[in-house]
T-cell receptor, first 111, second 113 residues
Framework: DQQVKQNSPSLSVQEGRISILNCDYT??????FLWYKKYPAEGPTFLIS?????DKNEDGRFTVFLNKSAKHLSLHIVPSQPGDSAVYFC??????????FGPGTRLSVLP | ETGVTQTPRHLVMGMTNKKSLKCEQH?????MYWYKQSAKKPLELMFV???????ENNSVPSRFSPECPNSSHLFLHLHTLQPEDSALYLC????????????FGSGTQLSVL
C-alpha cells in the first residue's frame, strides 16, 4: 500500500505557463515533505521542502503548498521552462523516520 | 555535482557473477543509504548506515550485502543476482539518519542477464 501517491504519471505544459504537480499521502504522522527533480541518467536533486507547521514555502519559481487536512501537497513551477522537463518525486517523513517516496511525475515543458 | 559519487555508472552482470557498487560522499555526512529504483516504481529504501552502523535493512535478500567501512564510503556487494534485480541503484547521504534531507549520487544502472 503506497503511503505517498503521485497519481499523474506524466504532465505536459507549455513554456511560460504554470506547472502544478500533485502529491497525496495517507500517513497522518508525516510532518516533513521534500520535492526532488530527476533528469535521465542522474540522481534525484533536492528542490524544495516544507514542514507541517507551514502551508506554503517559496523558492524562486518553485512554490510548495501543503494542505494537512486533505493530506495533499502540490509543487507549482511558474513560469515553466524547457529545462524543467524531468521526473519529479515527492517524499514524506514523519517524526524523524526515513523518507517514503512517491512514484514520480514526468513533466514535459513544451517550447 | 551533489558531493556523492557512485561507480560504476553502468554494470552488466550474469547471474553467477560477483560485483560491487561503490559510493563515496564528500559532504561530511554521518548517514548513508542504498535505494533501488525499478521502472515506474517508487524509490525503495534498502539499507541505512548511521555512523558506520547499519540501522536499517528493509527486508533485502541476502544476495545484496552492504558494507560501510567509514562514514564516507559505502559499498553494495552483489552475488548471484536475478534478472528482476535489474534496476537503478542509488546511494544517498544525509547529515543524520532519519528525517534529514537526502543528497543522491548519479546511480548505477544494473542489468542482470
Amino acid at each position: 500500500d503506497q503511503q505517498v501517491k503521485q497519481n499523474s504519471p506524466s504532465l505536459s505544459v507549455q513554456e511560460g505557463r504554470i506547472s502544478i504537480l500533485n502529491c497525496d499521502y495517507t500517513n497522518s504522522m508525516f510532518d516533513y515533505f521534500l520535492w526532488y527533480k530527476k533528469y535521465p541518467a542522474e540522481g534525484p536533486t533536492f528542490l524544495i521542502s516544507i514542514s507541517s507547521i507551514k502551508d506554503k514555502n517559496e523558492d524562486g519559481r518553485f512554490t510548495v503548498f501543503l494542505n494537512k487536512s486533505a493530506k495533499h501537497l502540490s509543487l507549482h513551477i511558474v513560469p515553466s521552462q524547457p529545462g524543467d522537463s524531468a521526473v519529479y518525486f515527492c517524499a514524506a517523513s514523519g517524526y524523524g523516520q526515513n523518507f517514503v517516496f512517491g512514484p514520480g511525475t514526468r513533466l514535459s515543458v513544451l517550447p | 555535482e551533489t558531493g556523492v559519487t557512485q561507480t560504476p555508472r553502468h554494470l552488466v552482470m550474469g547471474m553467477t557473477n560477483k560485483k560491487s557498487l561503490k559510493c563515496e560522499q564528500h559532504l561530511g555526512h554521518n548517514a548513508m543509504y542504498w535505494y533501488k529504483q525499478s521502472a515506474k516504481k517508487p524509490l525503495e529504501l534498502m539499507f541505512v548506515y548511521n555512523f558506520k552502523e547499519q540501522t536499517e535493512n528493509n527486508s533485502v535478500p541476502s544476495r545484496f550485502s552492504p558494507e560501510c567501512p567509514n562514514s564516507s564510503h559505502l559499498f553494495l556487494h552483489l552475488h548471484t543476482l536475478q534478472p528482476e534485480d535489474s534496476a537503478l541503484y542509488l546511494c544517498a547521504s544525509s547529515q543524520a539518519a532519519r528525517g534529514e534531507k537526502l543528497f543522491f549520487g548519479s546511480g548505477t544502472q544494473l542489468s542482470v542477464l
